[in-house]
């Protein structure tokens, strides 16, 4: 089946640094990547779709200066999480689908768990 | 907008009970449906999916019936098993509103299953 990876799995960083998620799919081409981010005991909320070569569209109310994304190639899109601060701590989930239909799956990455102290 | 409402867990069942978890969904358009499953420690993983009305997903023992009139996308499972402790999010594919042109998902809360022995 389709996997989609992350990295790194879990990262602790100090308020005011930036911090950079990898999500790679690693046996098909990712026409369109999601970033998605996971509260507590909730459910996932979208921040945004990439699309490979293109500029990211972001979800309302998603900074996109904050978030930096970069879908550099149909393998490999990064989330940039930019001078983080301790509310920016969350678990961060990307996906990966290889079309545009309805009804295509989309495959998770294992997530991020971001603690900014 | 589209919305998906589960019913709140946690669940608690015995094994080789009968489970239910109960899926509504609010869609502009004609969504697909999804069920994803979330072992814990675990990314997200496809559980089934129904694409259109009528359709009946299943995998793994689960089904799921894609109705139309009542909006509903219900999980059944006749018989659980401990290693189905896992968290389910019931959630639909439509196009993206925010101009990203692509398929978005839209995810229920989750509820979290605990079966015992």
């Known amino acids: 089946g389709a996997v989609v990876s992350q990295h790194p799995s879990r990262v602790i960083c100090k308020s005011g640094t930036s911090v950079k998620i990898e999500c790679r799919s690693l046996d098909f081409q990712a026409t369109t990547m999601f970033w998605y981010r996971q509260f507590p005991k909730q459910s996932l909320m979208l921040m945004a779709t990439s699309n490979e070569g293109s500029k990211a569209t972001y979800e309302q109310g998603v900074e996109k200066d904050k978030f930096l994304i970069n879908h550099a190639s149909l393998t490999l899109s990064t989330l940039t999480v930019t001078s983080a601060h301790p509310e920016d701590s969350s678990f961060y989930i990307c996906s990966a689908n290889a079309g545009a239909e309805p009804g295509e799956t989309q495959y998770f990455g294992p997530g991020t768990r971001l603690l900014v102290l | 907008g589209n919305s998906v409402t589960q019913m709140e867990g946690p669940v608690t069942l015995s094994e080789e009970a009968f489970l239910t978890i109960n899926c509504t969904y609010t869609?502009?358009?004609?969504?697909?449906l999804f069920w994803y499953v979330q072992y814990p420690g675990e990314g997200l993983q496809l559980l089934l999916k129904a694409t259109k009305a009528d359709d009946k997903g299943s995998n793994k023992g689960f089904e799921a019936t894609y109705r139309k009139e009542t909006t509903s996308f219900h999980l059944e499972k006749g018989s659980v098993q401990v290693s189905d402790s896992a968290v389910y999010f019931c959630a639909l594919s439509d196009l993206g509103y925010s101009g990203a042109g692509s398929y978005q998902l839209t995810f229920g809360k989750g509820t979290k299953l605990s079966v015992i022995p």
């Open positions: 869609a502009t358009g004609y969504p697909s």
